[in-house]
Structures are given as structure tokens and as C-alpha cells.
């Protein structure tokens, strides 16, 4: 997720840019850079790190101009430095872009640019979109824009100038959020409404497939037939601190909401051609097939990703795992050799503990492998491989988009090996694949009933102490419902293996207690039933995640039922957490806690 802003009108642009940019860094910010244009000539200033970087960089500028684009990065494609951020100039100097969004067959236009003679300077996607309008572009800037809409695959908002165009800049959209503001002889591009909202609160919101050429008087917007769209004028009334929460009240809620498109972005570039391709991937089949052992290595929420993966990965490549905390594996002096494969899993790319767990592995010969949501961070530089899970920036302390963008990382990379190692047949390997590229919309599913879920929260609020129980897949998420309630609500919780309450744990059920199931592994329905059963005979309160299949026989012993659709149970956990980080969500609201921000947690743990 990058931020973009354009601007043309009479104020200083470099300003309007710059101020735009502020409000957009939590969309990304590990480089940043404008495009000013100055009558027939773009100039562009664009360096790696935070804003405040640029805004020095430009203080030994002058810059004159009524027109330009500006861009923060959240890098996907390309490490953050100076080449690959934006603004991203054609060959011949003429076209400034900027882009938020990823797109997925770019190798196949890179090549046939450089076979047109075309020169690339970064290792990023979107320099493609540069080029290709230069290659499109016979006159009309519009037009060029559009063919080359046609031409891209994946998602995009653009922002385009062009020095034979200094009364207007271009902009258009598909799949990544992009604004109209619309100001008095001034109009602006945004990624989003905050950029924009201390000029002007009227936006026209773009829909996919639309671009618009803006010019001081007005905004025209065309669809990509070339034909006028009229839209109606959205008059926005947040305030700017909900603005830049997207309106919602809360981070942690707007990235739980973010899920189904973080979902998608993560998965669907990935796959091309009915298989699946990680880009820079250097693993050989042959290591993969004489691979012995798995290992995979993190903390808090990406461990519990982690043991999803234990799950998915022996399932269907057939192949050992051992999943471990990174401040257990480190210590250890784990037995690890070159015939092993180690994954990292790190929504920040900076967790020490699992930073130096992965070098441990590494010292020991093993291929590693980092599950990574942020560019250019220390454990994305440091493993040999690097899936990134593109999650966007995530703002709230309590992963919750991240985890579900792991585990998708996780289920692409273990039908990766199964494929590699022959495990399975290709009629499973397409089904698998179909399967997983519906996740976004039953995530989406989910989301629409979250109102039942608020209910309940409403009346656990105060409860003491909470279990969730689940088994096999269903107990792996039992731990991340049972840390994400934990860490923003501070009621105390505990994640039991379904079968293991009987040993022990069942002496603290008694009247009243909260119980939350997780009940999407088939195979064990009735085992979890017997489980439900167990506790309600104590008192319980049972709440139960299930699939929609099972509502009615769930509910004869439950309390409550959250449904999710009906789907393969292996990749049901990406649907199920969505209610357990609501419930969460709920709870810490109602407690009045500070959500985004709970006591005592950090985003990244840095420290041992
Ligand atoms: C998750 O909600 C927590 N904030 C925490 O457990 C986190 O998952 C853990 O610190 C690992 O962070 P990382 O994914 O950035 O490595």
C-alpha cells in the first residue's frame, strides 16, 4: 500500500504535495518523492526514508510549477533506495508516474519494453506503467493512459504528468483507492481523503476501470470505452483524525476490514498460468525434494501462523515440520543442517528474537525462507528467499490483516513443496488453488455479520477469564484468538488442545465461564462436540465458530453460533480468525482500553 497525491492549481505544489504526503505516511513510508511540472520540463526529487527526508532534500530545491504528483512508498517490488521510488520517469523524459497497487504481469511487459529498446532503471513494477504510456503515447495523453490501462494486469492508481500537457495531469484507478478533490480553480488526486481534506472536503470518489483528466477548472472522468462518466459529489464530514483511519474508529478495525484485498493481493499475483510462481525465488525442486525437515521459527502471532503452516505444509507435501518460538529455538543450539529448510514468519522484518533465530539456522546450513509484510527490512535482507506477505502497513500493536496474509503465504507455499515433491495430483493442485483464491470474498462473508459478533462481546465483556478449545488446525487458532483477546482486552485467556481439557484444565470450567470453539476441522466435528458438551455439563458459556453447513447441529449444544461458508476445512482458518480478532476488537472496545495502542505491547519487539 503506497500514498499518492497530484496536484494543479495556483498554491505552491511542492507544499501541497508534501503536506498531502504527511497525512498519507501510514500508508507507507520507506521512500518518498515528487514530480513538479515547470512548463515544457518535469523535475523529479525522490529519495529513500521517511518524508521528513525528502522535505529536506527539497529545501535545496526551487521548484516552480503549478502542476505535480507525489508518492510515499510501501515497497512491494524493489528494495526501499532512490531508484525504485516513485515518481518513476519514461525513457524520453516526457511522463512522470506515480502508482500504488501491484502489477502482476509486468515481467512479461518489461520484456517486451527492453525488447523495444526500452531502458530500465529500477527493479520495480510500476517504471513498466512509465514506459509503457511513452510507447502508447501518439498525442493524446488520455488515450495513451487508457491503452495502457488495457494493457496492465493487477492493480493500479496512477498519477501521470507529461511535459506537453502543463494545464492538466491524469489519473486513473482499478482495485487501489484513488479520490478526485475538488477544490476552488484547484483540483487534486489522493490515495486517500486525508490528504486533502485542509483544501477541500468534495471528492469524487473513482471506481475501477475510471480515469480522469483534471485540470485547474474541473475533473472530466471517463471509463476505459473512452465514454463520460457523470458522478455525484461526496461531501465528506469526517474529522481529520477519522479520516485517517479511513473512518473507521479505530486502526486495528479499518485493518481487519482491509483483509479480503490484502488477501487477494497477496495470493492472486502469485498465481500465473494455473501455478504457482514467488518472485526471486531461489529454491531448487531438487533441494525441496530431498528436503528432510521443516522449521518454522517466530513470535506471538506469526508463531501462530507458523503452526497453521505445521499443519497445511505435513498435510499436503508430506514433509516433517517443527514449528518453535524464536526465543526457545535460538537457545537451544537446535539441530539443524543443510538438508533443512527454516521459515521465518515477521509481519515487521525486525523481531530480534526471530532475526537471530533465522542466523542461527543460517550458521547451521539451513535454507531459510522469511515471511515477510515490510520491503527491505532486516529479516527480508537476510534470508536467502523472501515470500512478502502484501499486507500493507499495519498500524495497530494487534496483528490481525498480517496473520491472515501469513497464513495465505503459508498455504501458497506449502502446495508450492507438494507440487515440487509430487504429492499431489494436478487436479487437486487447480481445485486447491481455486479454492484459495475465494478466501477475500468469504473473508468478506464474515465481516458483513460482524454486528452478531459485537452482541456478543457486548454481554462477555467483564468476563474473568476466557477458554478457547479447538483441535488439530482449530487449536493453532485457538492460540492466536486467545493472544489477540489477551493482548488488547487484558482478561485472561487460554488456548487448550480440545482433547487435553480432561487431563486437567477442566477443573477451572465452572458457571458461567466463556468458552470460545473454533469447529472448522470436519474430521474432528464430533470429537469438538463431545469437547462442547464436556464443558456446558460444567457451567460453560460456549460461543462456536463453525461453517455454515454445520449451524444447525452446532446449535443444539452451544450458546452461540458464528457461522463462516462451507469450505475446505484446510484453508478454513483464514476465514475463522476474522470473528476471534472482532470478538477481541469488541471487548477492548467496550473496556474502554486504548485498542490500537494497548499498555505495555510494541508494534515491533526489537529487543530481546
Ligand atoms: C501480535 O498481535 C503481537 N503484537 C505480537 O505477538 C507480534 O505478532 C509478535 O511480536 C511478532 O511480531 P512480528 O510478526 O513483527 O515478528
Known amino acids: 500500500m503506497c500514498g499518492i497525491v497530484g496536484y494543479i492549481g495556483n498554491k505552491n505544489v511542492t507544499s501541497v504535495l508534501l503536506n498531502g504526503l504527511k497525512k498519507l505516511e501510514y500508508r507507507g513510508y520507506d521512500s518518498a518523492g515528487i514530480a513538479i511540472l515547470d512548463e515544457n520540463r518535469i523535475s523529479v526529487i525522490k529519495t529513500k526514508g521517511r518524508l521528513y527526508v525528502l522535505e529536506e532534500k527539497l529545501k535545496n530545491e526551487n521548484l516552480n510549477g503549478f502542476v505535480g504528483i507525489g508518492h510515499t512508498r510501501w515497497a512491494t517490488h524493489g528494495e526501499p533506495n532512490d531508484v525504485n521510488s516513485h515518481p518513476h520517469i519514461s525513457n524520453n523524459g516526457k511522463i512522470a508516474v506515480v502508482h500504488n497497487g501491484i502489477i502482476e504481469n509486468y515481467l512479461k511487459l518489461k520484456d517486451f519494453l527492453t525488447g523495444k529498446g526500452y531502458v530500465f532503471r529500477s527493479e520495480t513494477d510500476t517504471e513498466v506503467i512509465a514506459h509503457l504510456i511513452e510507447y502508447n503515447y501518439k498525442g493524446d495523453l488520455l488515450k495513451a493512459v487508457m491503452n495502457t490501462m488495457n494493457d496492465v494486469e493487477g492493480a493500479y492508481a496512477l498519477g501521470v504528468v507529461c511535459t506537453d500537457f502543463p494545464d492538466r495531469f491524469i489519473a486513473a484507478r482499478k482495485d ?179 532475526l537471530m533465530a533465522m542466523r542461527e539456522a543460517k550458521k547451521r546450513g539451513s535454507l531459510t525462507i522469511g515471511i515477510v509484510n515490510v520491503a527491505g527490512s532486516s529479516i527480508a535482507r537476510e534470508a536467502d528467499n523472501v515470500i512478502y506477505t502484501w499486507a500493507g502497513p499495519e498500524i495497530a500493536v494487534a496483528s490481525t490483516k498480517a496473520y491472515n496474509t501469513q497464513l495465505a503465504a503459508v498455504y501458497l507455499f506449502a502446495l508450492y513443496l507438494a507440487r515440487a515433491r509430487g504429492k499431489i495430483d494436478d487436479g487437486t493442485y487447480q481445485g486447491l488453488l481455486q479454492q484459495l483464491q ?171
Open 176 to 354: 487501489s483507492p484513488l479520490i478526485v478533490g475538488i477544490g476552488e480553480n484547484e483540483n487534486f488526486i489522493a490515495s486517500d481523503i486525508p490528504a486533502i481534506l485542509e483544501y477541500t472536503r468534495d471528492v469524487y470518489i473513482l471506481e475501477d476501470k475510471e480515469i480522469v483528466s483534471i485540470t485547474a477548472e474541473g475533473a472530466e472522468i471517463y471509463n476505459l470505452l473512452g465514454e463520460r462518466v457523470q458522478k455525484e459529489i461526496f461531501h465528506v464530514d469526517w474529522d481529520v483524525s477519522s479520516a485517517e483511519k479511513g473512518g473507521y474508529e479505530h486502526f486495528m478495525m479499518k485493518e481487519i476490514c482491509e483483509e479480503p484485498s490484502v488477501i487477494k493481493a497477496t495470493i492472486s499475483p502469485r498465481i500465473q498460468d494455473d501455478r504457482i510462481v514467488f518472485e526471486k525465488f531461489n529454491i531448487s525442486d531438487d533441494f525441496i525434494r530431498n528436503c528432510e525437515k521443516v522449521n518454522i521459527i517466530a513470535c506471538g502471532t506469526a508463531y501462530h501462523a507458523g503452526v497453521i503452516g505445521k499443519y497445511a505444509i505435513e498435510k499436503l507435501a508430506r514433509i516433517p515440520v517443527e514449528v518453535e518460538v524464536a526465543s526457545e529455538f535460538r537457545y537451544r543450539d537446535p539441530m539443524v543442517n543443510d538438508k533443512q529448510l527454516t521459515i521465518v514468519i515477521s509481519q515487521s522484518g525486525e523481531t530480534l528474537d526471530t
Open 438 to 608: 475465494m478466501l477475500p470474498q468469504q473473508v468478506e462473508s464474515v465481516l458483513k455479520e460482524r454486528e452478531n459478533i459485537q452482541k456478543f462481546a457486548s454481554q462477555h465483556f467483564n468476563a474473568r477469564s476466557v477458554f478457547f478449545i479447538g483441535r488439530n488446525m482449530d487449536y493453532a487458532l485457538s492460540m492466536e484468538g486467545s493472544l489477540k483477546l489477551k493482548e488488547i482486552s487484558y482478561i485472561h485467556s487460554e488456548a487448550y488442545a480440545g482433547g487435553e481439557l480432561k487431563h486437567g484444565t477442566i477443573a477451572l470450567i465452572e458457571d458461567g465461564t466463556l468458552v470460545i470453539c473454533p469447529l472448522t476441522q470436519d474430521y474432528l466435528f464430533e470429537k469438538m462436540i463431545s469437547n462442547i458438551r464436556e464443558v456446558k455439563a460444567r457451567g460453560a458459556v460456549v460461543l462456536a465458530i463453525t461453517a455454515k453447513k454445520n449451524e444447525e447441529e452446532v446449535r443444539k449444544v452451544a450458546d452461540e453460533v458464528i457461522t463462516i461458508p462451507d469450505m475446505d476445512p484446510l484453508f478454513a482458518p483464514v476465514v475463522a480468525v476474522t470473528p476471534l480478532q472482532l470478538f477481541a476488537y469488541y471487548v477492548s472496545v467496550m473496556k474502554g482500553n486504548d485498542v490500537d495502542k494497548p499498555r505495555n505491547l510494541a508494534k515491533s519487539v526489537t529487543v530481546e
